[in-house]
Structure formats: C-alpha cells, structure tokens
C-alpha cells in the first residue's frame, strides 16, 4: 500500500527564504504524487502533480517539485517565501491501479512566514 | 477550473440529531466522489468512495451506518451523519472526480465544519 511521510509538521522560514518542505513516499508501482496547500477553514487546492512526465513540476504560486526516484522524495520548493504562503500544505501519493485509486495524504505541514 | 462545492458550510446540531451534507460539482459531471474527515491540525482521512448509481465503498474502521453516502446523480452526493455525537465534530471535505478527465484529477470542496454539541 502506499503512503507519504511528511518531515517536520511545522515549517518556519523568514520573508523572502527559501521554503523547502519535506515528502517522502512509499508505493509498489510507479506513483503519481501531489503537493495540496489547505488556507484556514478552507478545502484543499492543488500546488502540482507528478504523473511520470517530467520529474521537475512547476506548479501555482511559484512552487515546485522534483521527484527522485532513488530517495523516493517529492520534496516542494520555493526560491522566495512571501506572507501569503502561509498555510498548510500536503503531500499525497496515488497509484491509480484497477484496484486502487485512492489518494492518500501526508500528516501535513504548517508553514510559518517570519516578517 | 471545476468547482466543487459544499453545503452547508458550518453546522450547528445537538447530539442524537442527523445531519446532511451535499457535495456538487457545478461545472462537470463525476462519476466518482470521495468523502475525507479532517481532525483539529490533522490529516485528511478517506471515509468513503462515493460511486454514482452504486453503493459506497468504506475504509476500514468507518461505520457506514453512521456515515450513509448516497451519490444519487453525476453532479451531487450526500453525506448524512446519523445520531451525531460530540466524537462527530470534525471537517468534512469532499473531493469529486471529473468523468472525463485523468484519474488523477480531483476537484475539493471548500469543507464543512460540524459541531455536535
């Protein structure tokens, strides 16, 4: 079965840092990951997805993420953080089998945005 | 993009009492919709895959007579907590898949906070 493990549940980087938050995966087949972001009392809203394309994903907001097969990670990148990043953010992992096409959620990590 | 919705968006309800959340894709037909359970500075949880015309299927350790799931046409599915209690009190979020995209392609709903007092 597969899962994500998500390093650190809590994130601080100053203004203007580089973010980096940590996914590591397991699964038996070639996976598709995702990074979700979750802003207070709100639904969950897609950042990038790999589906065995290209392994660097550039997605919303400046993220991006770069699957590495031999460490099994999926870590998600920012050159430069800004305040509105903010938020929680998930890493998931899927791998759409006929039997099996569930997503399934890191614990999440919050990312605090020092002023 | 797609939108996926949820109503109502915060409910209030004594214990004992049922409760009914709809979950509707506006914009697109899903075949297939997902129900999770967020806990306070938790993960979501997958409870349910919600197939239309068909019955749902449950993970492990979720009761489906507590949690009745009713997909009843392309664009709408119910989750319905049955003599809720104050264990209940969670965010519920759906998610729904569009028919005609990639699998991999899931649309969220904005949430649903319960209350059970």
């Known amino acids: 079965a597969q899962s994500v493990t998500q390093l650190g549940s809590h994130v601080s980087v100053s203004e203007g840092a580089l973010v980096l938050l940590r996914c590591n995966y397991s699964?038996?087949?070639?996976?598709?990951l995702f990074w979700y972001v979750q802003y207070p009392n709100q639904g969950l809203q897609l950042l990038l997805k790999?589906?065995?394309?290209?392994?660097l994903v550039k997605g919303i907001n400046g993220f991006e993420a770069e699957f590495k097969k031999s460490e099994t990670s999926f870590h998600l990148t920012k050159p430069s953080a800004h305040m509105s990043d903010a938020a929680e953010y998930f890493c998931?992992?899927?791998?759409?089998?006929?039997?099996?096409?569930?997503?399934?959620f890191g614990k999440g990590t919050r990312l605090h945005i020092l002023p | 993009g797609a939108v996926v919705s949820q109503h109502p968006s915060r409910v209030i309800c004594k214990s004992g009492t049922s409760v009914k959340i709809e979950c509707r894709s506006l914009?697109?037909?899903?075949?297939?919709m997902f129900w999770y359970r967020q806990f306070p500075k938790k993960s979501l949880m997958l409870m349910a895959t919600?197939?239309?015309?068909?019955?749902?299927?449950?993970e492990q350790g979720v009761e489906k007579d507590k949690f009745l799931i009713n997909h009843a046409s392309l664009t709408l599915s119910t989750l319905t907590v049955t003599s809720a209690h104050p264990e209940d009190s969670s965010f519920y979020i759906c998610?729904?898949?569009?028919?005609?995209?990639?699998?991999?392609?899931?649309?969220f709903g904005p949430g649903t906070r319960l209350l059970v007092l």
């Open positions: 998610s729904a898949r569009d028919r005609i995209q990639r699998k991999e392609t899931q649309y």
């Open positions: 914009d697109f037909q899903a075949t297939t």
């Open positions: 790999y589906t065995s394309a290209a392994t």
């Open positions: 998931a992992v899927s791998e759409f089998t006929n039997r099996d096409d569930k997503i399934i």
């Open positions: 919600s197939n239309e015309g068909s019955k749902a299927t449950y």
């Open positions: 699964s038996s087949v070639p996976p598709y």
